[in-house]
Every structure is written in C-alpha cells, then in structure tokens.
C-alpha cells in the first residue's frame, strides 16, 4: 500500500493512515523537493510516476498493489495510472487537479517570488496549516519543512500542478479507482473529480461533505473507513454520496 502526500507536505501526513493500515505492507515516499527528498529538487510529475513505478514493480513480487494519492501525490497517481494501465489493482485518487489553469501558470513565478519570504515567518505556516487542515500536532513540522523549501522547487511544484492533464492512457487502467473530492472544495476541483470518472469505466466517484481540500486530514477515521468499506466491497459511510 503507497501513500503519494500532497505538495508543501511529505509522508507524515499519512499517519493516521498508516496506522489504520497496519496489516498492509506500507510504503510513504518523499515526493522529490519534500521532507526527507528535498535535496532532489528536480521535480517533475512524470519523473516521480517513473521513478515510484520502478520501485513498485522491484518491490510488489506478485502482491496485489494499492496506491494512495492526495493532490499533488493524485496527480502523480494518475500519471502513473497512465504509464503502466496494468500495474495498480486499486488506486485512490484524491482531490486531483485535472484541469489546467494556463492564466494562473503565467502569474506562479512572478506572485511566488514576492510572497516566499512569507514561508519563513511562523504565523504565516500557521494560517497556511489551518487551510489544509494540520492540527497542533503537526504544525512544527509543517513550518520547519515550508523554511527548508527552496523557491525554485515551489515554483516548479505549482507550475505542474497547475499544468496536469488526465494521461492518454488513464482510460486503459485495468484496476479499481476510487475518486475523492470534498464538498466545499473549489469547482475546478469537483470538475476534475468528474472528468476522472468518466474518463476511466472501472472508476467510481464520491463526493464527501462538509469538507474542503484536505479530507484524509481533516477527517482521517472518515477516511479510512471509506477505504476499507471500497476495498471490501461493502456499503460506503452514510454521509458520502457518488457523484
């Protein structure tokens, strides 16, 4: 079982995941430019699609394989979906932007460069904490990363991000995909949680309430609980809906 974190964060977002998974063999890498893979600040969505493609097939040995991605980690996820159609028997993509946002992408370096000082400064980490849903406990080691960033590595996470497209071959993905998106998150992202499900046939939608950019954290038991309901075939938590 993978876990591909979201961009500004790295593998400790999953904790509570990880935890609740424990019967799984677990894998959480660093994302390229992230926590303990910051040094490889070449980043690139295809690039980590390779590279943790290369490490999955070295270390499933005929094992069934599940990969998890928030964000930026879904949008590699799909990537990846669409690299090696055969490779994940179930992936769970959330809140994965699919949509480019070219007026955005021309303003990334231009607005990065004037407000990255702002990433050194505690409150400013604390505001942006509280928008993804980190409590207390993660807070220092969401500032400490956010000071280690570099400014080219952020400008470049957002250009892609910001830049992704569903894959030519996302539609051939022979496993099970489960889309996540919450409530209040932004159009575009519910738009992209749409385009995902009906790009592939072996996908399935859902929509979870009262919640914005951020559900594996801001409601981590909900989470897993709809995961472990999806993988076992069985009824899915009475607050989700399918989109």
């Given at each position: 079982m993978v876990f591909l974190h979201g961009g500004g964060v790295s593998g400790w977002m999953w904790e509570k995941q990880v935890a609740a998974f424990a019967g799984y063999h677990c894998l959480v890498p660093d994302l390229p430019g992230h926590g303990l893979s910051r040094e490889?600040?070449?980043?690139?969505?295809?690039?980590?699609a390779e590279e943790l493609l290369s490490v999955i097939e070295e270390r499933a040995q005929g094992r069934k394989v599940l990969v998890t991605g928030?964000?930026?980690?879904?949008?590699?996820?799909?990537?990846?979906l669409g690299m090696k159609p055969e490779l994940i028997d179930y992936a769970i993509i959330n809140s994965a932007l699919v949509r480019p946002i070219p007026s955005?992408?021309?303003?990334?370096?231009?607005?990065?460069?004037?407000?990255f000082p702002l990433i050194k400064l505690r409150w400013?980490?604390?505001?942006?904490?509280?928008?993804?849903?980190?409590?207390?406990?993660?807070?220092?080691?969401?500032?400490?990363?956010?000071?280690?960033?570099?400014?080219?590595?952020?400008?470049?996470?957002?250009?892609?991000?910001?830049?992704?497209?569903?894959?030519?071959?996302?539609?051939e993905a022979a496993g099970k995909i489960l889309v996540t998106v919450g409530e209040q998150e932004k159009s575009v992202m519910k738009q992209s949680a749409w385009d995902l499900t009906a790009a592939n046939p072996r996908s399935m939608g859902v929509?979870?309430?009262?919640?914005?950019?951020?559900?594996?954290?801001?409601?981590?038991?909900?989470?897993?609980?709809?995961?472990q309901a999806w993988l076992q075939g069985g009824e899915l938590p009475g607050e989700c809906r399918r989109l």
């Open positions: 490889d600040q070449e980043f690139t969505i295809r690039s980590s928030f964000s930026l980690g879904a949008q590699v996820l799909v990537q990846m955005a992408n021309r303003l990334i370096g231009p607005t990065v460069r004037l407000s400013f980490a604390k505001l942006q904490a509280k928008t993804l849903y980190l409590g207390d406990e993660y807070l220092e080691r969401y500032y400490e990363e956010s000071r280690q960033m570099e400014l080219n590595t952020l400008i470049r996470v957002l250009e892609e991000n910001m830049s992704f497209r569903i894959p030519a071959g996302f539609s929509v979870i309430p009262k919640i914005g950019h951020g559900v594996p954290l801001a409601k981590p038991e909900l989470f897993n609980e709809l995961v």
